[in-house]
């Protein structure tokens, strides 16, 4: 039996053809399509927001002298107009409406009865519902003598300067759709910046306990 016979010559590495396709960067961005749909998301969630802001809240201007001396004209309040959505208008809240006589203008007041409510204004005293209000806020007693009863849906608004306040007193009641909402805020002048200053009245009896009273 023969022995294998063996080549003494080194084997030669095989050469492969180098790939002529071009290789692809892992650095590479993103494509152009990308970019413009997150800018159009980014733009769409900034139109949402700006959406949302102006639909929950409105400034406001106070202009003449109705409120003082609770608020000052010249100064600028930001509005809650989802206020009354979550709650009900309650008496002591300083409120923005539309004028019921002309809704192009807008005021500022403060509501002093709710609907069914009996306001009545004797010797400078103001009764709801035959309970004389606490009125730290105001800057005059009022000179009417009058009584009121309220409709439903509507509301009795005063100005706390009494002696100067185009208010229910003059141009009856306020329809509750007329309401834009609860002054907030007071944003401008910097130095006068606070929380508006709202007053409860938890004593008054509400309407039917007033009616079914003897």
Do not use: C
Request: charge should be negative; aromatic fraction near 12%.
């Amino acid at each position: 039996m023969t022995s294998p016979e063996y080549s003494s010559e080194p084997i030669q590495p095989q050469a492969y053809p180098e790939s002529s396709a071009p290789v692809k960067s892992s650095s590479a961005g993103p494509p152009s399509s990308v970019f413009v749909r997150e800018i159009l998301e980014t733009l769409l969630f900034t139109f949402f927001v700006i959406w949302l802001v102006k639909s929950a809240t409105q400034n406001f201007r106070i202009e003449g002298s109705s409120m003082l001396p609770t608020m000052e004209e010249g100064q600028y309040l930001i509005i809650n107009k989802l206020a009354y959505f979550l709650d009900e208008p309650q008496r002591g809240d300083i409120i923005v409406l539309h004028f019921p006589n002309d809704r192009s203008r807008d005021f500022i007041k403060r509501i002093i009865g709710l609907p069914g409510d009996t306001v009545e204004i004797n010797n400078g005293r103001v009764k709801v519902n035959g309970v004389e209000l606490n009125e730290p806020y105001i800057k005059d007693p009022p000179t009417n003598n009058q009584t009121w009863t309220i409709p439903p849906d509507s509301y009795f608004v005063m100005g706390d300067n009494r002696l100067s306040s185009s208010d229910s007193r003059s141009w009856s009641y306020l329809p509750q759709e007329d309401i834009i909402g609860k002054a907030w805020i007071v944003y401008w002048p910097v130095p006068e910046w606070q929380l508006v200053p709202h007053v409860s009245h938890p004593y008054v009896p509400s309407s039917t306990v007033s009616a079914a009273s003897p």
